[in-house]
């Protein structure tokens, strides 16, 4: 049976992070009066409290390591949890979205597509417009994220194709798993298969 316990740990510290980036518009908001701070605010502690309550929940996960199922379940996942979680600033505050709008608008921002349901961006608070942006922002960092997540699962990663070929650091960045025959061999110097391409 999947255990879900390590994605929902992933899960609920992203929760955790992306309220924590909450109280920066909030706080600019606050700070210039807008009157719009009190509702990102509201939702930073709302956001943070669920994710540190899934995080908790999932703790007890005898392994972190995430099997190639998980990873899937962790992508889909996580390109659900944040745009929702994200949405909640421009649902409680201005420009008081319904969830749909709202959902759409944390989507685009997060995929960093830039489309945009709002009309009158220029009356916006400055924490809304802030917060707008910082989504594009982390949804850039999150493509790196989801890249570091599959790529030491699927065994592939930057050190095989930055490697110089038939280094010694390139073999072990590509090494086989121990239940496999080895498939670098034919990139050593010396190896009774150089002649033959590397398969890895």
Same mark, same amino acid.
């Given at each position: ?6 994605? !929902?740990?992933?899960? !609920? ?20 009066? @807008? %009157? ?37 379940? &962790? ?10 979680? %994200? ?5 409680? !505050?201005?420009? @008081? &979205?319904?969830?749909? @709008? ?11 597509? %830039? ?8 009356? &916006? ?13 982390? %949804? ?49 110097? !010396? ?10």
């Amino acid at each position: 049976m999947l255990d879900l316990r390590p994605v !929902g740990f992933i899960i !609920g510290l992203l929760v955790v992070a992306l309220g924590a980036a909450m109280l920066l518009p909030a706080s600019v908001d606050l700070l210039l009066g @807008d %009157g719009n701070g009190p509702a990102i605010l509201q939702a930073a502690m709302l956001t943070m409290f669920t994710g540190g309550a899934v995080a908790l929940a999932c703790a007890n996960a005898p392994t972190k390591q995430l099997g190639i199922r998980q990873a899937f379940v &962790l992508t889909a996942a996580i390109w659900f949890a944040l745009p929702a979680f %994200g949405s909640l600033p421009l649902i409680l !505050g201005e420009p @008081d &979205l319904t969830f749909t @709008d709202a959902m759409f608008e944390a989507v685009s921002g997060i995929t960093t597509t %830039g489309s945009t349901v709002i009309v009158g961006l220029d009356h &916006l608070p400055a924490g809304t417009n802030l917060w707008r942006g910082m989504l594009n922002w982390l %949804g850039g960092l999150g493509i790196a994220f989801i890249a570091m997540i599959f790529l030491p699962v699927m065994r592939v990663g930057g050190c095989s194709s930055s490697a110089p070929r038939g280094s010694t650091r390139w073999a072990r960045c590509c090494r086989a798993p121990p239940t496999s025959p080895a498939r670098c061999s034919a990139s050593i110097p !010396g190896s009774p298969r150089s002649a033959s391409p590397p398969t890895c």
